[in-house]
């Protein structure tokens, strides 16, 4: 790299000090009026090339897009929170679909490593509420084990009523707030798709 | 004055409704003195001596914050005080039965407990009160407020006490009169469940990190801090200290999703056992009693939280506070009382938490408070006073109750506050 550099340096050198200015070049002929059948055709080689370059183009945009959004679609899903009923860490029938996505999704990406942070809202008592949330972190990690995620892939915190995602004191607050969220900490990239 | 003896008239006009309280027959023959009876609040006074108000003004409110007299306030600078012959006819006249006198010699305060009935001292001593900007200024006249209940009812008072609460995520320590709040955790730190050791020289609590929280035991006096052995990886919380300050019973969550307790001998920072084994249930907030023998705690053993007891070696465990499956509300937050008799908690009626008192012996229980919610009793050192977190005031504060007269005040703190935990007494200087 740094030798051809160099070469075009000397190059460029030998030019300048060649002495005489070089001579002007003559005004170009008129273009001939005879149609040039060759460069016709050459140039619609060329525009059929541009076009099949630009759908390929096209369809490797969209083919990313997809990706992408098969990407942040799994992400996502991944991320997807379930919640609880007040002082309880059963898993709900309506979350069920959610969690089993997850397990799915951790199944075909074994590199994907999930924590599972269990959260309560601010009654009941402040210190009891670390273990409700760690028993709720624990009932979603026990359930995607019974869809067959590895144990490797999972593990859990609690925030007990810590960290509420609504700091609101009111029973819609406190429904957001009773919840189990999921967290990629390696493997969240590139995620495959389950079959 | 006026208003003193207004108050002494609307005193003696209520003695009549306390008169019918059944009471055992006394001889009047020959008063030679008065004996404190438990159960009545006798009339005292505070009698100033020159130079001595903001003095005078401390030991009064301590006075009156220990619910044991009816303490009769005269306004400050007053001529009463600072003759050298205390005016006993005066005090007789509005009631009172006993006297504090606060007299500045020699460089000392010397205080005398008058019997104004018999127009006697029963009691002096000289204290060594430094200057009021000196930082142990007030425990110093809080320590002759405790003396002078010792004096009058056999047991000292609680007001060279301090506090520990959660203002937001930091731990800050607070006078039991409300004064001198101070942090004592770094802004940047989450806390929980600050606790004191039994000599108060020390705290303990959870540094509560992403997912994990040590057990922290700090040195208040130089802020040394170091990490409870074997608290170093999950969550680690409700730290107890024995009542000989070596032991140091925890909560910690496993992977599984359990909570369970644990002991570490604190002193050498080593032998971490576990005191719980639930597989099925949290086991969390110990809290010794006074012997050292027992720790009472919460367990879900029952499919709700609910106070058991086990000897502090984790064998003999059972149920400490009756309750009816299914119907009675969540319990938590126990602390067991420092004369050993009761264990106070706090139990869900209709989802907002009442505070209870439950007697060891007979294991009944009586619920304390009904207004607002009501959550995490902590005791004084005195086994009669108890501090909690209500919010019967639009925000949670904590507020102070007398268990034997119900009366109740507020430890006024800006923010809302959780978790509080109090001393023991600070005999010497308090850190």
């Known amino acids: 790299m740094k030798s051809r550099s160099l070469l075009v340096l000397a190059l460029v050198a030998a030019a300048a000090c060649g002495g005489k200015k070089p001579v002007e070049a003559p005004a170009p002929a008129p273009a001939p009026t005879a149609i040039d059948s060759t460069a016709i055709k050459a140039q619609m080689r060329q525009d059929s090339i541009n076009a099949a370059e630009a759908r390929a183009r096209a369809a490797a945009d969209a083919a990313a897009r997809a990706a992408a959004q098969r990407q942040s679609q799994l992400a996502a899903e991944i991320a997807a929170v379930i919640h609880f009923d007040y002082d309880k860490s059963d898993i709900k029938p309506e979350d069920q679909a959610t969690l089993d996505r997850k397990a799915a999704i951790l199944m075909a990406n074994p590199g994907l490593q999930l924590l599972i942070a269990g959260n309560a809202d601010n009654r009941g008592s402040v210190e009891y509420n670390l273990s409700l949330g760690n028993r709720r972190a624990a009932a979603a990690q026990r359930y995607l084990a019974n869809k067959g995620v590895a144990a490797g892939q999972m593990s859990i915190v609690s925030y007990g009523e810590e960290r509420p995602v609504n700091p609101a004191d009111n029973e819609a607050a406190w429904a957001e707030n009773r919840n189990d969220q999921f967290t990629p900490t390696a493997g969240g990239s590139n995620l495959m798709a389950p079959k | ?431």
């Not at chain 2, 208003?3 to 008239?9: E, H, N, Q, R, S």
């Not at chain 2, 060279?160 to 940047?188: E, F, I, M, N, Q």
């Not at chain 2, 052995?229 to 032991?247: H, Y």
């Not at chain 2, 959550?375 to 102070?400: K, M």
Request: a neutral charge; one cysteine or more.
């Open chain 2, 1 to 431: 004055m006026r208003a003193c003896l207004a108050v002494g008239v609307l005193a003696l006009v209520t003695v009549p409704l306390a008169a019918q309280d059944p009471a055992p027959p006394i001889d009047r023959g020959v008063r030679v003195g008065i004996t404190y009876t438990p159960g009545t609040r006798p009339r005292l006074v505070v009698i100033p001596g020159p130079g001595l108000d903001s003095v005078r003004a401390i030991v009064q409110r301590d006075l009156d914050y220990s619910d044991r007299f009816e303490v009769l306030l005269l306004p400050p600078g007053d001529a009463t005080g600072g003759a050298a012959t205390v005016n006993y006819a005066l005090y007789r006249t509005l009631g009172a039965e006993y006297g504090i006198e606060l007299r500045l010699e020699g460089g000392r305060m010397s205080v005398r407990l008058h019997d104004i009935g018999a127009g006697t001292v029963r009691q002096q001593q000289p204290f060594v009160i430094p200057e009021q900007s000196a930082p142990d200024f007030r425990m110093s006249v809080h320590q002759v407020s405790d003396e002078a209940v010792r004096w009058i009812t056999g047991t000292p008072g609680v007001a060279t006490t301090r506090l520990l609460v959660l203002l937001g995520k930091r731990a800050y320590r607070v006078d039991s009169d409300g004064a001198d709040v101070t942090a004592v955790t770094p802004a940047s730190e989450s806390v929980l469940s600050p606790t004191w050791s039994p000599d108060g020289q020390s705290i303990a609590y959870t540094r509560f990190l992403d997912g994990t929280g040590p057990i922290i035991v700090q040195r208040l006096a130089t802020g040394e801090r170091r990490t409870v052995t074997g608290t170093e990886s999950q969550l680690n919380f409700t730290p107890a200290f024995s009542p000989d300050g070596r032991t140091l019973a925890f909560a910690r969550t496993d992977q599984q999703g359990g909570t369970d307790l644990y002991a570490v001998n604190v002193a050498d920072q080593c032998c971490l056992r576990r005191l719980t084994v639930g597989r099925f249930a949290d086991n969390l907030s110990p809290t010794y009693a006074p012997d050292g023998r027992r720790i009472a705690f919460v367990s879900t053993r029952p499919g709700s939280p609910q106070i058991y007891v086990m000897s502090s070696d984790g064998t003999d465990q059972e149920l400490l506070a009756p309750y009816d499956y299914g119907a009675t509300g969540p319990s938590n937050g126990p602390e067991w009382s420092p004369d050993g008799a009761a264990v106070a908690f706090h139990r869900e009626i209709d989802r907002a938490p009442q505070v209870f008192l439950l007697d060891v012996g007979s294991r009944r229980y009586k619920q304390l408070t009904s207004s607002g919610r009501n959550s995490d009793p902590t005791w004084a050192p005195d086994g009669r006073h108890l501090a909690f977190v209500s919010d019967r005031s639009g925000r949670r504060q904590v507020w102070i109750i007398d268990t034997e007269t119900g009366r109740i005040r507020q430890l006024p703190l800006s923010g809302e506050v959780r978790l509080p935990h109090w001393s023991r007494r600070f005999g010497g200087a308090a850190p």
